[in-house]
C-alpha cells in the first residue's frame, strides 16, 4: 500500500507542476494541450530519472510508450497497403485502388522523432500517408530508416537515399504507375531535415534532379550549430518539444557521450574550425525582423578541442550548405509553428532558399506548436494536427 502511494505521489506532484505550466494566450484547445505538454513532460522527467538510476537509457521509456502505436498494413476499400522493402530499407507503401487514365503523383514521407523515434507503421503516420494517398490519388512511401542509438549517424540519412534512389529507378516508378515528372520529397521536424538533405544530394545526381518536382518540410530540423536562437530561448520549455527532450534525443543520433547533451544546452558544442559555417545559421542576418524582438545575436563557443566533428557536417545540418547548393532546388513548402524551438531553422531556411533564388511557399501558423501531425488520431487528436495536415495536401494538391 505504501508503495501505490508513493507511485501516486511522485507521478502527480510533478504532473499538477507541469500542467500548471504557462502556454501561450492564443493556443487552441489548452486543456488538450496541457495535458499531452504535461505527459511528454512526465515522461521525459521519469526517463532521465531511470536513466540516472542505472535502469535504462532514456529513449528506452519513449520507444516503450510508442511500440503501443504500431499499426498493422491494413487496406481499405480506396488504398492497399504494403509493408516491404526498397532495396533493403523497410518502407510502407500506400496505393491508390481508383483507376487512374494517367499517372499517378508520388509522395515520399519520411517521418519524425529526433532520429531515435518513430516510424511509418505509427498510428499518425499511417493515418496521414493513407489520407494523402486518398486526397491525392498518389502513390505515398513511408520510410522506415535505421533509428539512433543503434545505429548513429549518417545511418537514417543513408537509408533514406538508399530507398529514396531505388524507387526514383524508371522500372520502379512503372511498376507502381507513378508519374517521373509528379515527385515530393516531405518530412516532419527531423524527418524534415532528412528530405531537404537527400532534395540536395538528388539534385546533384544528373541522373535523377528532375525526377523531384516539389519538397515539402513541416517544421523542419535543419540545423545542429546554434541551440541559442531566439525560439531555442522562448520556448526552451515546450510546448511539447523542449531543449531537455531535444537535447536527450537528438544527441544519441551522433553520440552517447552524455556531456554532448550538456553542452549542446550551453551553446558550447561546436569544434575548433567550425567559425566559418556560423555565417550560414546566423539568425540575426536570416530572420525576418518581427522574430528577431529583443534578442541579442552571440556566436556558439566554440570547445577546445575537435569533439563531435559531426556537428560541422551538412548532413547533420543541411543549412550549412553554401548559397551555389541550393540554387536549382525544386519549388518548396515550409511550414513553421510560432511557439516551436525549432520555428526559426525553417524561418532561416526560407529566407537562404529565396535569396538563391529557389521559389518558396512558406505557411506560418501563429497559434501552432512542434509536432502537430502527432496528433491527428483519437484518442490524442488536435484541430492544429487537422489544420496542418490540410495545409499541407492543399498545397501538394496544388502544386504536385
Known sequence: MAWKVLYLVLTCVPFAYYFSTPLPDNI?????????????????????LLENLG????????????????????????????????????????????????????VIFIHGGAFVLGSSKHKAYDFLNRWTANKLNAVVVGVDYRLAPQYRFP????????????????????????????????????????????????????????KIKVQALIYPYLQTVDFHTPSHKEYQSGPFLTRDIITNLGCLY???????????????????????????VNWSVFLPEDFKKNHVYTEPTLRQDSTYPELMDS????????DTQLQNLPLTYILTCQHDILRDDGLMYVTRLRNAGVEVAHDHIEDGIHAALSFITSPYYLHLGFRVRDKYIHWLDQNL
Open 28 to 48: 487552441e484547445e489548452p486543456w488538450k494541450v496541457r495535458i499531452v505538454d504535461a505527459s511528454l513532460k512526465i515522461t521525459s522527467f521519469v526517463a532521465l
Open 55 to 106: 535502469l535504462m537509457r532514456y529513449d528506452e521509456l519513449f520507444s516503450m510508450l510508442l511500440d503501443m502505436e504500431y499499426t498493422q498494413p491494413i487496406s481499405d476499400e480506396n488504398i492497399t497497403v504494403i509493408d516491404t522493402t526498397l532495396s533493403g530499407i523497410p518502407v510502407r507503401l500506400n496505393l491508390p485502388k481508383r483507376k487512374s487514365e494517367k499517372k499517378r503523383p508520388a
Open 155 to 210: 545511418a537514417a540519412l543513408e537509408d533514406v537515399l538508399t530507398a529514396v534512389n531505388f524507387f526514383l529507378q524508371d522500372t520502379i516508378l512503372a511498376k507502381y504507375g507513378v508519374d517521373p515528372t509528379r515527385i515530393c520529397i516531405a518530412g516532419d521536424s527531423c524527418g524534415g531535415l532528412l528530405a531537404t538533405k537527400v532534395t540536395q544530394m538528388i539534385k546533384n545526381n544528373p541522373e535523377l534532379k528532375n
Open 254 to 280: 551522433v553520440t552517447m557521450d552524455k556531456l554532448c547533451r550538456k553542452l549542446l544546452k550551453q551553446n558550447k558544442h561546436m569544434p575548433q574550425g567550425s567559425r566559418h559555417l556560423f555565417k550560414l
Open 315 to 322: 548532413r547533420l545540418s543541411p543549412l550549412l550548405v553554401n
